[in-house]
T-cell receptor, first 114, second 115 residues
């Protein structure tokens, strides 16, 4: 079975632009979470979606938004990019939201804001 | 809110020597505990987890971690490391109750195995 896939792998954007990152979960997984990993730090939770509804949100500004589609894939959108948004964005999928379910991580999208 | 402290940012160790990567957490309620490994330019892979039951948990590649509730620790150990263990290791916690959606990670420990 294919693991969690993310696209694109890398991208470079300019301050003020917006970006859309995409994630396809493992087949059968209905929950998708997004994390931001700044260089030298551990990942920080941004969002969790389950059955197309937002179930959790981390301490990120409203410039960050996400959605989940009927096929359980997900998009993360970031508006008005800042230099500080440069990071590895990780997507994780799990069967459901119960905390005992393992989260499987994708390889990430490396975003560079110049 | 919960938090995780990984006490060492970098740990160099010679091949075949033992290693311990330290992790302490803070939470007012019960938690699940995890260790993830990240190889260069890759995502995170679950190494092992503690949900309940035996406080000593093991992975398939020789790592083990022990949950110590009184010391709020979940240190990762391996009796003999291999070059291929060179990677960054993240300790994480998640609240065990319903409605707890996020993993909270430490800042990571870079393990460098020296030939």
């Amino acid at each position: 079975d294919a693991g969690v896939t993310q696209s694109p792998t890398h991208l470079i954007k300019t301050r003020g632009q917006h970006v859309t990152l995409r994630c396809s979960p493992i087949s059968g997984h209905k929950s998708v979470s997004w994390y931001q990993q700044v260089l030298g730090q551990g990942p920080q939770f941004i969002f969790q979606y389950y059955e197309k509804e937002e179930r959790g949100r981390g301490n990120f500004p409203d410039r960050f938004s996400a959605r989940q589609f009927p096929n359980y894939s997900s998009e993360l959108n970031v508006n008005a990019l800042l230099l500080g948004d440069s990071a590895l964005y990780l997507c994780a999928s799990s069967l459901a939201t119960d905390p005992s379910y393992e989260q499987y991580f994708g390889p990430g999208t490396r975003l560079t804001v110049t | 809110a919960q938090s995780v402290t990984q006490l060492d940012s970098q740990v160099p160790v010679f091949e075949e020597a033992p290693v311990e990567l330290r992790c302490n957490y803070s939470s007012s309620v019960s938690v699940y505990l995890f260790w993830y490994v990240q190889y260069p330019n890759q995502g995170l892979q679950l190494l092992l987890k503690y949900l309940s039951g035996s406080t000593l948990v093991e992975s398939i590649n020789g790592f083990e971690a022990e949950f110590n509730k009184s010391q709020t620790s979940f240190h990762l150990r391996k009796p003999s490391v291999h070059i291929s263990d060179t990677a960054e290791y993240f300790c994480a916690v998640r609240l065990s109750g319903a409605g707890s959606y996020q993993l909270t990670f430490g800042k990571g420990t870079k393990l460098s195995v020296i030939p």
